[in-house]
């Protein structure tokens, strides 16, 4: 499975953007796109990468980290193997790298370890 994130840029505070990760290939265990759990992630420089958001393979379920809780959203569109990040009200502590990345099983995690495939990173800059 390939993981390609788009979307990253600079805003001014209180904007928004919307992240995209787009899913190739087929992994090695034949498993669909709508079987794996989706999840982003962020590094911010000199701070160690935390955990965004989560959303479970149908869509249904989600969890989010506290800082972004009511500000980010999650959701995915399995017809297209896209998974998105809807990021509103942005603040300059939400500046980082952003990557997205794929685990197998409908099992939410915000654990890094438990996420296989990992995208490149879209690099996301909010001023204030």
């Known amino acids: 499975v390939q993981l390609q994130a788009s979307g990253g840029g600079l805003v001014q505070a209180g904007g928004s953007l919307r992240l995209s990760c787009a899913a190739s290939?087929?992994?090695?265990?034949?498993?669909?796109?709508?079987?794996?759990?989706m999840g982003w992630f962020r590094q911010a420089p000199g701070k160690e990468q935390e955990f965004v958001a989560s959303?479970?393979?149908?869509?249904?379920?989600?969890i989010y980290a506290d800082s972004v809780k009511g500000r980010f959203t999650i959701s995915r569109d399995n017809a297209k193997k896209t998974v998105y990040l809807q990021m509103n009200s942005l603040k300059p502590e939400d500046t980082a790298v952003y990557y997205c990345?794929?685990?197998?099983?409908?099992?939410?995690?915000?654990?890094?370890?438990?996420?296989?495939?990992w995208g490149q990173g879209t690099e996301v800059t909010v001023s204030s």
């Open positions: 990345a794929a685990r197998s099983g409908t099992v939410l995690s915000t654990s890094k370890n438990d996420y296989l495939y």
């Open positions: 959303v479970s393979g149908s869509g249904g379920r989600t």
């Open positions: 290939g087929r992994a090695a265990s034949g498993r669909t796109f709508s079987s794996w759990g």
